[in-house]
């Protein structure tokens, strides 16, 4: 069995992971093009640990500008195999207060200008989604969570939109009425990616304002937003510290099959496959490309 190494992609507030010993920093390219910061590699008791801001620090990139794949791609390649995506979203239910952590494990992809995918032509895979969140690493955040006396809230459907601007009022409305529980901008094609590179991906959705449906609440903005997503750093330090202190050595198998995901996944005949392709390809999928995919 594989070593089990803990990626936390940490969205818009949370660009550093505090309390990583041995931390060494690392600039990576990929052939997908550059992801959005060094790669931050240290320890949490045991376990390894690779931290990547998501916008990068300083938060250089919108969520449409974010390159998911070299992201993914890079983390892959770092040896990840559970990945948490820490992430600002808004709330469409009244009981899911600003301050909430959602685990969520469903989404709704509403957008429209991102590369979704590592497979395309000359190599085409069908990854399942049914099940987009693992769920024995959700059930271990909630434990973490439990042991440190934070509340979450296990379960909800994230809608993602394509932003940068927050909802319109009919857009607001239409997704509450749809009962979607969360909304926010960086999980598709995060989650996506993560599945079609065999990691096991998990969300915590952390409640920053109620959209602008409420009509008991002024519309959101940025500075709402980062004012409680700051007053939830210290939530979410913990609950990392605690997620990483009880993973196990070694990585489990994911009851979602996202740690075999390409197992039956990959249609395009042998001989048609593209080579140069499956070079790019070689990080991600080399495990069921085979000798298709050079390594070198």
């Given at each position: 069995?594989?070593?089990?190494?803990?990626?936390?992609?940490?969205?818009?507030?949370?660009?550093?992971?505090?309390?990583?010993?041995?931390?060494?920093?690392?600039?990576?390219?990929?052939?997908?093009?550059?992801?959005?910061?060094?790669?931050?590699?240290?320890?949490?008791?045991?376990?390894?640990?690779?931290?990547?801001?998501?916008?990068?620090?300083?938060?250089?990139?919108?969520?449409?500008?974010?390159?998911?794949?070299?992201?993914?791609?890079?983390?892959?390649?770092?040896?990840?195999?559970?990945?948490?995506?820490?992430?600002?979203?808004?709330?469409?239910?009244?009981?899911?207060?600003?301050?909430t952590f959602v685990l969520v494990d469903q989404f709704v992809d509403r957008t429209v200008r991102?590369?979704?995918?590592?497979?395309g032509a000359g190599c085409v895979a069908h990854v399942s989604m049914a099940q987009p969140v693992?769920?024995?690493?959700?059930?271990?955040?909630?434990?973490?969570?439990?042991?440190?006396?934070?509340?979450?809230?296990?379960?909800?459907?994230?809608?993602?939109?394509?932003?940068?601007?927050?909802?319109?009022?009919?857009?607001?409305?239409?997704?509450?009425?749809?009962?979607?529980?969360?909304?926010?901008?960086?999980?598709?094609?995060?989650?996506?990616l993560a599945r079609e590179a065999e990691i096991t991906y998990a969300t915590v959705a952390m409640?920053?304002?109620?959209?602008?449906?409420?009509?008991?609440?002024?519309?959101?903005?940025?500075?709402?937003?980062?004012?409680?997503?700051?007053?939830?750093?210290?939530?979410?330090?913990?609950?990392?510290?605690?997620?990483?202190?009880?993973?196990?050595?070694?990585?489990?198998?994911?009851?979602?099959?996202?740690?075999?995901?390409?197992?039956?996944?990959?249609?395009?005949?042998?001989?048609?496959?593209?080579?140069?392709?499956?070079?790019?390809?070689?990080?991600?999928?080399?495990?069921?490309?085979?000798?298709?995919?050079?390594?070198?």
């Amino acid at each position: 069995m594989a070593r089990t190494v803990l990626g936390i992609i940490g969205g818009s507030g949370i660009y550093d992971l505090p309390g990583l010993t041995d931390l060494r920093e690392e600039a990576v390219t990929t052939p997908w093009g550059e992801p959005s910061d060094v790669l931050c590699r240290g320890r949490l008791g045991a376990t390894e640990v690779v931290f990547l801001p998501r916008h990068g620090r300083g938060h250089r990139f919108s969520p449409s500008d974010i390159n998911y794949r070299a992201n993914i791609h890079a983390l892959k390649a770092a040896g990840v195999t559970d990945l948490v995506s820490l992430s600002a979203c808004g709330s469409f239910r009244k009981e899911l207060a600003p301050g909430t952590f959602v685990l969520v494990d469903q989404f709704v992809d509403r957008t429209v200008r991102r590369e979704s995918s590592f497979f395309g032509a000359g190599c085409v895979a069908h990854v399942s989604m049914a099940q987009p969140v693992g769920p024995r690493l959700k059930g271990r955040i909630a434990a973490a969570a439990l042991a440190e006396g934070i509340a979450v809230v296990e379960g909800g459907t994230y809608v993602c939109m394509e932003g940068p601007q927050f909802s319109s009022l009919a857009e607001s409305l239409g997704y509450k009425a749809a009962g979607y529980d969360v909304i926010g901008m960086t999980a598709m094609p995060e989650a996506k990616l993560a599945r079609e590179a065999e990691i096991t991906y998990a969300t915590v959705a952390m409640v920053t304002d109620f959209d602008c449906w409420h009509g008991d609440h002024q519309a959101v903005d940025v500075t709402t937003v980062i004012d409680v997503l700051r007053a939830n750093g210290d939530k979410a330090n913990r609950l990392i510290a605690r997620l990483a202190r009880d993973l196990p050595a070694e990585r489990e198998a994911c009851p979602a099959g996202s740690d075999r995901a390409l197992e039956h996944a990959v249609i395009t005949a042998p001989a048609s496959r593209d080579p140069v392709l499956l070079a790019k390809l070689a990080v991600v999928a080399g495990r069921v490309l085979g000798a298709g995919a050079p390594t070198g």
